[in-house]
């Protein structure tokens, strides 16, 4: 049996991973070797009971008094503060699924990859801040990296074991378009907390849907891309595609274009990737083509939606650029969610940090993580200003 590393499991991703884990018990059976959250005790300890890992961590130091009190149920060893994650990527599970929100997530990739299990990616600012560490790693040997994350998981189908990447020109990265699909600037100057909250079409964390409102989402996927595929920015184009049925779509040097197409449901990505390269059965529903009528498209609109237009800067300056738009992204949602800040600022702050900020090579988690801190701090400081 395979065993698995669940890291993140209290979010959106993480509950939905082991949704997939149990309906793969007949099938493609997976064991569940360690798991991580961070502060939801509750649903941790219904997990922990369910699961039975042999490693635990709680990101949150602060609640190891809670969970002591009663530390008999809980069955396995649990660590509490960041350095558990650790301890969960290097428990030696065939498959580490990083499902954790935030740049957080960067050094249990590494740390995974360096212990020899594959890791199955959606934490994507793992790639962002530090695509060269993971690049790096993968070239030595280590992986697979499969990810998560439905376009690049759409392009990773797409491609399959065809040989089909040696003729890959473009890929085509499908987004919904958010809540605010074609509102103008003027428009987005007056959206709320709840409205960018509400995805039309996917059900995910809140960091994540705010991403979506102002497609930096899209942006942090674009750089994602780069990386996975080892295209360069101007050949990843973001096109709108409201009903979220294309997940992406690959075009080759012969202009064939191949496209992964099924109801948004992040299950099937996850399976994908828990299951890859084989496929196996699945219970959720399919997409009907005649019920869901006409698939449409649209150009995004770059002056509305300043985030993604910096994310393809931020992934041209290379270096720690993208670690900085990342960073200053994080404050700027977090900040917005808790009404610190203007939807509009988001984008405004992520400049202030990107035109601020020197670019500097990348040759170790240490230099991700020394830019990562300078853009926290900077867009802090800012966020009192812009908002
Ligand atoms: N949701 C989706 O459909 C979707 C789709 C594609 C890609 N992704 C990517 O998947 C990742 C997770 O997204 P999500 O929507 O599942 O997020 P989420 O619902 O907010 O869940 C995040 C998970 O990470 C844990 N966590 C938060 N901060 C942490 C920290 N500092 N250290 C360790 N663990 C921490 C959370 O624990 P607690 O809840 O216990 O605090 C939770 O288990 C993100 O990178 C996102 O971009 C998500």
Same mark, same amino acid.
């Given at each position: 049996?395979?065993?698995?590393?669940?890291?993140?499991?209290?979010?959106?991703?993480?509950?939905q991973? !082991?949704?997939?884990?149990?309906? @793969?018990?007949?099938?493609?059976?997976?064991?569940?070797l360690a798991?991580?959250?961070?502060r939801?005790?509750?649903?941790?300890?219904?997990?922990?009971r369910?699961?039975?890992?042999e490693?635990?961590?709680?990101?949150? #130091?602060s609640?190891?008094?809670?969970?002591? +009190?009663?530390?008999?149920?809980w069955?396995?060893?649990?660590?509490?503060?960041? &350095?558990?994650?650790l301890?969960a $990527?290097?428990?030696?599970?065939?498959?580490?699924l990083?499902?954790?929100?935030?740049v +957080?997530?960067?050094?249990?990739?590494l *740390?995974? @990859?360096? %212990?020899?299990? %594959?890791? +199955?990616l959606?934490?994507?600012?793992?790639l962002?801040?530090?695509?060269p560490?993971? *690049?790096? !790693?993968?070239d $030595?040997?280590?992986?697979p990296?499969?990810?998560?994350?439905?376009?690049?998981?759409a392009?990773?189908?797409? @491609?399959?074991?065809?040989?089909?990447? *040696?003729?890959l020109?473009?890929?085509?990265?499908? %987004?919904?378009?958010?809540p605010?699909?074609? =509102?103008?600037?003027?428009?987005l100057?007056?959206?709320?907390?709840?409205?960018?909250?509400?995805?039309?079409?996917?059900?995910?964390?809140?960091?994540?849907?705010v991403?979506?409102?102002?497609?930096?989402?899209?942006?942090?996927?674009?750089?994602?891309?780069?990386?996975?595929?080892?295209?360069?920015?101007e050949?990843?184009?973001?096109?709108?595609?409201p009903?979220s049925?294309?997940?992406?779509?690959?075009?080759l040097v012969?202009?064939?274009?191949?496209a992964?197409?099924?109801?948004?449901?992040?299950?099937? &990505?996850?399976?994908?990737?828990?299951? =890859?390269?084989?496929?196996? #059965?699945?219970?959720?529903p399919?997409?009907?083509?005649?019920?869901v009528?006409?698939l449409?498209?649209?150009?995004?609109?770059?002056n509305?939606?300043?985030?993604?237009? !910096?994310?393809?800067?931020?992934?041209?300056?290379?270096?720690? %650029?993208?670690?900085?738009?990342?960073?200053?992204?994080?404050v700027?949602?977090?900040?917005?969610?808790?009404?610190?800040?203007?939807?509009a600022?988001?984008?405004?702050?992520?400049q202030?940090?990107?035109?601020?900020? #020197?670019?500097?090579?990348?040759?170790?988690?240490?230099?991700?993580?020394?830019a990562?801190?300078?853009?926290?701090?900077l867009?802090?400081?800012?966020?009192?200003?812009?908002?």
């Amino acid at each position: 049996m395979r065993t698995l590393s669940l890291l993140g499991s209290t979010g959106s991703i993480g509950r939905q991973a !082991l949704e997939v884990v149990d309906s @793969l018990a007949g099938t493609f059976p997976y064991r569940v070797l360690a798991m991580t959250a961070g502060r939801n005790v509750p649903l941790f300890r219904e997990q922990a009971r369910k699961y039975r890992p042999e490693v635990m961590a709680l990101a949150d #130091p602060s609640l190891r008094s809670e969970v002591a +009190a009663n530390l008999g149920e809980w069955g396995g060893v649990i660590e509490f503060g960041p &350095p558990g994650l650790l301890t969960a $990527a290097r428990a030696g599970a065939d498959v580490v699924l990083n499902a954790v929100v935030g740049v +957080a997530g960067l050094a249990a990739t590494l *740390a995974a @990859l360096e %212990a020899g299990s %594959a890791v +199955a990616l959606a934490n994507k600012e793992s790639l962002v801040a530090g695509g060269p560490l993971i *690049a790096a !790693l993968l070239d $030595a040997g280590a992986g697979p990296l499969i990810p998560v994350d439905s376009e690049p998981s759409a392009v990773l189908q797409c @491609l399959g074991d065809s040989g089909a990447q *040696a003729g890959l020109a473009k890929i085509i990265l499908t %987004a919904s378009g958010g809540p605010f699909r074609g =509102y103008t600037a003027e428009g987005l100057a007056e959206v709320t907390r709840d409205q960018a909250l509400a995805h039309p079409t996917w059900k995910m964390g809140p960091k994540i849907t705010v991403d979506s409102a102002t497609l930096m989402n899209k942006g942090l996927e674009a750089i994602e891309m780069t990386w996975l595929f080892r295209v360069k920015p101007e050949q990843v184009e973001v096109v709108i595609h409201p009903q979220s049925i294309i997940h992406s779509m690959v075009e080759l040097v012969d202009g064939s274009i191949l496209a992964q197409l099924s109801p948004p449901d992040m299950r099937l &990505p996850i399976q994908f990737a828990l299951t =890859y390269p084989r496929r196996v #059965p699945a219970p959720w529903p399919r997409y009907d083509p005649v019920a869901v009528g006409p698939l449409t498209f649209e150009r995004p609109d770059l002056n509305a939606f300043r985030c993604l237009h !910096l994310a393809y800067e931020a992934a041209k300056m290379k270096g720690t %650029a993208s670690a900085v738009l990342n960073a200053a992204n994080e404050v700027a949602v977090q900040s917005f969610l808790d009404g610190r800040l203007a939807f509009a600022g988001i984008a405004g702050l992520v400049q202030a940090c990107l035109d601020e900020l #020197p670019v500097l090579p990348v040759s170790s988690l240490d230099d991700v993580l020394a830019a990562d801190a300078a853009a926290r701090r900077l867009a802090v400081r800012l966020v009192g200003k812009l908002g």
